[in-house]
């Protein structure tokens, strides 16, 4: 049974939100950190795959040994779990699309896991619900739009809860992305008309 968006913000508590929040945007920036030529050689799938490694290194350094939570990996992934009386949550780091649905390669696991096909751990009193916490790319791909923590449930979001971002300047808040979509142009070769050879030539004669 997958819980209520009530009872996983009883779980959720603003301090795990703020860890959350902050660990998700000092990922972003370190991405827009890197050498502006080396992040317009990345891939998208290499990019947000350097952001989610920044997420879940940040993110396991902020909440540390919370009483509450703990880290599991699954296929090499970092996932936070937070248990409590409502039930538990596996959180999963993802970044969202404009749907604010999380973007996966398609496998029998990322599937279950966005069909909550739940697993029951030993002493757990609840099956888990699976969530994700991630960001959304403003429409023109340059900026943020917002950092949202999402339930999915099959082909949509059981429900969906917005992390507030306005404690961060609007002009930094759209400079956590550079904008890299546009293929990188070879250096122009210079094109000697040959008139001008030619005069170079009986110039030096």
């Known amino acids: 049974m997958v819980i209520s968006i ?6 959720i508590t603003p301090t795990i939100e703020e ?3 902050s660990g998700i945007i000092n990922a972003l920036q370190d991405y827009n950190d890197l050498d502006t030529y080396l992040k317009l050689t990345l ?8 952001i989610n490694d920044r997420m879940c290194f940040h993110i396991r350094e902020k909440i540390g040994y919370m009483s509450g939570t703990d880290f599991i990996k699954r296929r090499g992934r970092l996932h936070l779990v937070i248990i409590g009386e409502e039930g538990a949550l596996e ?15 398609r496998s029998y696991e ?8 739940q697993l029951e751990f030993p002493g757990m009193l609840h099956p888990i619900t699976n969530i994700v916490a991630g960001y959304q790319l403003n429409t023109i791909r ?3 739009r917002g950092i949202f923590i999402v339930c999915p449930y099959g082909s949509q979001n059981k429900w969906e809860i917005e992390v507030p971002i306005t404690a961060i300047a609007p002009a930094t808040l759209a400079s956590l992305i550079s904008s890299t979509e546009h293929e990188i142009e070879p250096p122009q070769k210079k094109v000697v008309p040959k008139e001008s050879l030619v005069k170079k030539v009986s110039s030096e004669e």
């Open 6 to 11: 009530h009872e996983a913000k009883k779980l």
């Open 19 to 21: 860890k959350l929040r």
């Open 142 to 144: 340059t900026g943020i």
């Open 43 to 50: 891939s998208a799938t290499t990019r947000a795959s350097f």
């Open 110 to 117: 990322s599937q279950d896991f966005m069909n909550q096909v």
């Open 91 to 105: 959180v999963k780091f993802k970044k969202l699309d404009d749907n604010r649905r999380p973007s996966n390669i």
